[in-house]
């Protein structure tokens, strides 16, 4: 199956997939709009999850984390006012670039991603249990987490004040910081696939692109304290923190190691996430 057949098989999947949760949503309605929106969540993902195992590719759950903050905004909104405006804006802005990136990486239905390929050899006969638990039903409650401060601004009434423009802002730095890091990578691997990518923001970060997707998210949270505080919302983009910085990066930086020649001297000398440069002279910690 090429690619764009492949494309359009996994769009009927999510379009199916999308209906039949607007559905489920307007069926159950409990009242808690949150709780409704979390079953729905998890519901979906597990459609997918039997897509994936029907054609044996776990890849046909990337798309997810781009495309249901911009199906779920909607369970949140009921009007249309400024605060709900500037929260739709950023997310479809973010949501649509990212998804138009998957689209220009994915390969086809026949080829899944390497992590995937990873995780199903080392798990053997646990992999439906991995592959349901870790690859698909995680990340969704991470992102359900990381958007949940969302739904908090949504309904506290509040204004639009300094501190939600702000958040808006660094948001909408983070969706260009990424749009940007990913250009410069497509562009390094077209040309320079074997070597090390040491241009443009990657000079001064290993992971320019993820920098950017947490700090997106960390953006949509500043919106969320301008509209009402309450510091427990803080746990969604310190789960994204620690499912890029504990997981993603080390798998990401093992394979970077055993592939490309000089990354460990690159590591020494580039920062993980911040792409800002190392000092030139570090300072000397030692007693003179």
């Given at each position: 199956?090429?690619?764009?057949?492949?494309l359009?098989?996994?769009?009927?999947?999510?379009?199916?997939?999308?209906?039949v949760?607007?559905?489920?949503?307007?069926?159950?309605n409990?009242?808690?709009?949150?709780?409704?929106?979390?079953?729905?969540?998890?519901?979906?993902?597990?459609?997918?999850?039997?897509?994936?195992?029907?054609?044996?590719?776990?890849?046909?759950?990337?798309?997810y984390?781009?495309?249901?903050?911009?199906?779920?905004?909607?369970?949140?909104?009921?009007?249309?006012?400024?605060?709900?405006?500037?929260?739709?804006?950023?997310?479809?802005?973010?949501?649509?670039?990212?998804?138009?990136?998957w689209?220009?990486?994915?390969?086809?239905?026949?080829?899944?991603?390497?992590?995937?390929?990873?995780?199903?050899?080392?798990?053997?006969?646990?992999?439906?249990?991995?592959?349901?638990?870790?690859?698909?039903?995680?990340?969704t409650?991470?992102?359900?987490?990381?958007?949940?401060?969302?739904?908090?601004?949504?309904?506290?009434?509040?204004?639009?004040?300094?501190?939600?423009?702000?958040?808006?802002?660094?948001?909408?730095?983070?969706v260009?910081?990424?749009?940007?890091?990913?250009?410069?990578?497509?562009?390094?691997?077209?040309?320079?696939?074997?070597?090390?990518?040491?241009?443009?923001?990657?000079k001064?970060?290993?992971?320019?692109?993820?920098?950017?997707?947490?700090?997106?998210?960390?953006?949509?949270?500043?919106?969320?304290?301008?509209?009402?505080?309450?510091?427990?919302w803080?746990?969604?983009?310190?789960?994204?923190?620690?499912?890029?910085?504990a997981?993603?990066?080390?798998?990401?930086?093992?394979?970077?190691?055993?592939?490309?020649?000089g990354?460990?001297?690159?590591?020494?000398?580039t920062?993980?996430?911040?792409?800002?440069?190392?000092?030139?002279?570090?300072?000397?910690?030692?007693?003179?």
């Amino acid at each position: 199956m090429n690619k764009k057949k492949s494309l359009l098989v996994i769009t009927g999947i999510y379009g199916f997939t999308i209906l039949v949760s607007i559905l489920l949503f307007r069926f159950i309605n409990t009242g808690y709009v949150i709780f409704d929106a979390l079953v729905v969540s998890v519901f979906a993902t597990t459609i997918i999850f039997m897509f994936s195992a029907v054609f044996k590719n776990a890849s046909i759950y990337d798309p997810y984390w781009s495309v249901a903050p911009m199906v779920l905004i909607f369970a949140f909104v009921d009007s249309i006012n400024l605060v709900n405006l500037l929260f739709i804006t950023v997310i479809y802005v973010w949501g649509i670039r990212l998804t138009l990136n998957w689209v220009k990486t994915f390969t086809n239905l026949h080829h899944q991603d390497w992590r995937y390929d990873y995780y199903r050899s080392k798990s053997k006969k646990l992999w439906p249990v991995v592959n349901y638990f870790g690859i698909h039903l995680m990340p969704t409650c991470v992102v359900f987490a990381a958007i949940t401060p969302v739904y908090q601004g949504i309904i506290s009434n509040g204004q639009v004040n300094a501190i939600v423009y702000f958040g808006f802002f660094i948001a909408f730095s983070a969706v260009f910081i990424q749009a940007v890091s990913d250009a410069q990578m497509h562009k390094h691997r077209f040309s320079h696939k074997k070597m090390v990518n040491q241009t443009g923001l990657w000079k001064y970060s290993r992971h320019p692109n993820y920098f950017g997707e947490i700090l997106f998210w960390f953006g949509l949270f500043t919106m969320s304290v301008g509209l009402t505080f309450d510091i427990r919302w803080i746990i969604g983009p310190i789960l994204m923190v620690f499912l890029f910085v504990a997981i993603s990066i080390p798998l990401m930086e093992r394979r970077q190691l055993n592939r490309r020649d000089g990354y460990a001297e690159y590591q020494k000398q580039t920062r993980m996430l911040l792409p800002v440069p190392k000092p030139i002279f570090p300072k000397n910690r030692e007693a003179s």
